[in-house]
């Protein structure tokens, strides 16, 4: 079903990124497994059953993030799923993170700036990884091989009708607030 179709997952070494670098892949995609972790990427990205790609780097520094998604696009050919997975979190593994006590809001187990880093690891992951794929994904019309794929051209998408001209735009305005 995804057959001929691209992927990366971020943060996919591991954990819930690895399962759905699994499904894609099961599904006939190529994905690119990104994670900060290098070795056990290369180990997950070597056990898919469609073959894919590791790349170790830290999806929320953009220079690294356009260096991987340059050799994932020179790999592949080109780009058409994006999976922003990687994060970081309170993992329910980890015997060093403390636990809400029983009953309470939880707000005590997590200081200020654990909540900042979290907040700006999360986010800033996304959004870093989000904008550098939408340059480079397949039906970009700034990707570098969209103009090769038939019937692919960038889309003006109409202006609403009451937008079109400040005129129809009040006599619109008139109707709705004369009913
Ligand atoms: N497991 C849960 O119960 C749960 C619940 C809610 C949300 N989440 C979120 O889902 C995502 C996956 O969860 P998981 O349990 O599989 O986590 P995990 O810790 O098992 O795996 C996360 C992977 O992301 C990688 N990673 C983290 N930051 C990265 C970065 N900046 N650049 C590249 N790789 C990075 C890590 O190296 C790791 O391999 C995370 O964003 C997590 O916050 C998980």
Same mark, same amino acid.
Do not use: H
């Given at each position: 079903m995804l057959t001929g179709k691209t992927a990366i997952v971020t943060g996919g070494a591991r954990g819930i990124g690895a399962g759905i670098a699994r499904v894609l892949a099961s599904q006939g995609a190529r994905v690119a497994v990104l994670d900060l972790d290098g070795a056990e990427a290369e180990k997950t990205a070597l056990a898919l059953p469609t073959p894919g790609l590791a790349v170790g780097c830290d999806v929320a520094v953009e220079a690294e993030t356009v260096k991987a998604? =340059?050799?994932v696009v020179d790999t592949f050919g080109g780009l058409d799923i994006v999976v922003n &997975?990687?994060?970081v979190g309170r993992g329910a593994s980890d015997p060093n993170v403390p636990r809400a006590a029983p009953g309470s809001l939880g707000s005590g187990a997590l200081s200020a700036a654990q909540w900042d880093e979290y907040l700006s690891? &999360?986010? !800033? /992951? /996304?959004f870093v990884t989000t904008s550098v794929a939408a340059e480079r994904s397949s039906t970009s019309p700034r990707s570098p091989d969209w103009s090769r794929r038939p019937g692919c051209r960038p889309t003006r998408r109409p202006k609403p009708a009451s937008f079109r001209?400040? !005129? =129809?735009? =009040? $006599? $619109? /305005? =008139?109707r709705m607030t004369s009913a």
């Amino acid at each position: 079903m995804l057959t001929g179709k691209t992927a990366i997952v971020t943060g996919g070494a591991r954990g819930i990124g690895a399962g759905i670098a699994r499904v894609l892949a099961s599904q006939g995609a190529r994905v690119a497994v990104l994670d900060l972790d290098g070795a056990e990427a290369e180990k997950t990205a070597l056990a898919l059953p469609t073959p894919g790609l590791a790349v170790g780097c830290d999806v929320a520094v953009e220079a690294e993030t356009v260096k991987a998604l =340059r050799a994932v696009v020179d790999t592949f050919g080109g780009l058409d799923i994006v999976v922003n &997975n990687a994060g970081v979190g309170r993992g329910a593994s980890d015997p060093n993170v403390p636990r809400a006590a029983p009953g309470s809001l939880g707000s005590g187990a997590l200081s200020a700036a654990q909540w900042d880093e979290y907040l700006s690891q &999360n986010l !800033r /992951t /996304t959004f870093v990884t989000t904008s550098v794929a939408a340059e480079r994904s397949s039906t970009s019309p700034r990707s570098p091989d969209w103009s090769r794929r038939p019937g692919c051209r960038p889309t003006r998408r109409p202006k609403p009708a009451s937008f079109r001209s400040p !005129r =129809r735009w =009040r $006599s $619109s /305005t =008139r109707r709705m607030t004369s009913a």
